[in-house]
C-alpha cells in the first residue's frame, strides 16, 4: 500500500515543539525584569549591593524613625499571585500584626503598596498578563535595598531575590533577605549558585540576619545545602510547632532562618486563600554599645 504524499513545507509536531519553545525562550528574554539605578540607598545587582554591606555598620545620618525598635515581627508567605479572592483581606489583618511582610509571587499593585508606609518590589517571573516577583512591606525604610534575579535553567525565567539592611540603634544593624528559590532542575548546581551569591553578602555584614522565603526546599539534597551553608554562616533554624507549612516530599518548602536575634514566637497560620500558609516570627534584637554593654 503506498503511503500517503507529505507535504512539503508542512512542519512536523517535534519541529512545532521548537519553535514553540524558542519562542517562548525568546519572549522570557524580552520581558526580563527592569534594572534600576544603582544609588546609595539601592542596587541591582549582588556586586553592587556588596559595596554597602562592606562599609562599616555605623549609622549614617539618619531621621528617627528610621530606625527600628528592638522587639519586631516578621512575616513570610508565598501568596500564590494573589490569585484568590481572600488574599486581599487576609494580608491585610496579618499586615496589623507585622511590622516587616516577606511576600513571594507577589506582582507591583497599589493595593500592596498601601498595607504599610514603605513598599518594595523585585521583579521576577512575567506571564503574558502581569509581573511577578517579591514585594517588601514595611513599618520602617531601610538603610538600603538590593534586588537581583537567578534565572531559571530549564525555562530561563527569573527567580528574585531581595537583601534590605535596616538601622537598629549604637550602630548595630538588622539584614533581611527574602528568596524564592529556582525550582526546576537537574542537581543542585544552578541552585547552589542562588543560594551562594545571598551567602557571600550575608558574610558581608556584621550584624543580625533573617533569612527567609520559599526556599524550594523539595529534596533531601536541597534541604542538606541550605542547613550547611546557612550554619556556617551561624545561623538557626527556626522550628514551628504545630507545623502547618508547605510539604513537597515530605519536605517544607518555606522558611526563616536567623542570627544575633532572639526568638520570641513562632508559629504558621493557616490560610485558604493560598497554596502556601504564612510563616509569623517574633524576635529581639539586642543591641551592644560600642564598648560591648548589650542593651536590651
Known amino acids: ?98 511590622n516587616v511582610l516577606l511576600l513571594q509571587e507577589a506582582y507591583d499593585d497599589p493595593m500592596f503598596d498601601a498595607l504599610k508606609p514603605y513598599a518594595r518590589f523585585s521583579p521576577g517571573y512575567r506571564s503574558y498578563r502581569q509581573q511577578t516577583g517579591l514585594t517588601l512591606l514595611s513599618d520602617w525604610a531601610p538603610q538600603f535595598h538590593c534586588r537581583f534575579y537567578q534565572r531559571e535553567p530549564w525555562l530561563r525565567t527569573p527567580k528574585a531575590s531581595s537583601v534590605s539592611r535596616y538601622a537598629v540603634a549604637n550602630g548595630v544593624s538588622l539584614l533581611v533577605i527574602n528568596m524564592h528559590g529556582i525550582n526546576f532542575t537537574l542537581g543542585i548546581a544552578d541552585y547552589r549558585e542562588q543560594l551562594n551569591r545571598l551567602a557571600k553578602l550575608v558574610k558581608l555584614h556584621q550584624g543580625s540576619v533573617i533569612f527567609a522565603g520559599d526556599l524550594n526546599t523539595w529534596s533531601d539534597e536541597r534541604w542538606r545545602l541550605v542547613h550547611r551553608t546557612l550554619s556556617d554562616l551561624g545561623m538557626q533554624r527556626v522550628s514551628f510547632t504545630p507545623d502547618h507549612r508547605t510539604t513537597v516530599f515530605g519536605l517544607p518548602l518555606d522558611h526563616i532562618w536567623i542570627r544575633g536575634v532572639t526568638l520570641t514566637s513562632a508559629q504558621t497560620l493557616e490560610r485558604t486563600s493560598s497554596d502556601h500558609n504564612p510563616l509569623l516570627v517574633s524576635v529581639h534584637i539586642t543591641t551592644e554599645e560600642p564598648g560591648g554593654d548589650k542593651q536590651h
Open 1 to 98: 500500500m503506498a503511503c500517503p504524499p507529505r507535504f512539503k513545507g508542512v512542519p512536523t509536531l517535534p519541529s512545532l515543539y521548537l519553535l514553540l519553545l524558542l519562542l517562548y525562550l525568546q519572549w522570557q528574554q524580552a520581558v526580563l525584569p527592569e534594572q534600576v539605578n544603582n544609588t546609595a540607598v539601592s542596587a541591582n545587582s549582588p556586586a553592587h549591593c556588596a559595596q554597602p554591606l562592606a562599609q562599616p555598620s555605623a549609622l549614617p545620618p539618619t531621621l528617627a524613625q528610621q530606625v527600628i525598635p528592638a522587639d519586631i515581627k516578621v512575616l513570610s508567605w508565598n501568596i500564590y499571585k494573589a490569585s484568590h479572592p481572600q488574599l486581599l483581606p487576609d494580608l491585610q489583618q496579618l499586615a496589623k500584626q507585622a
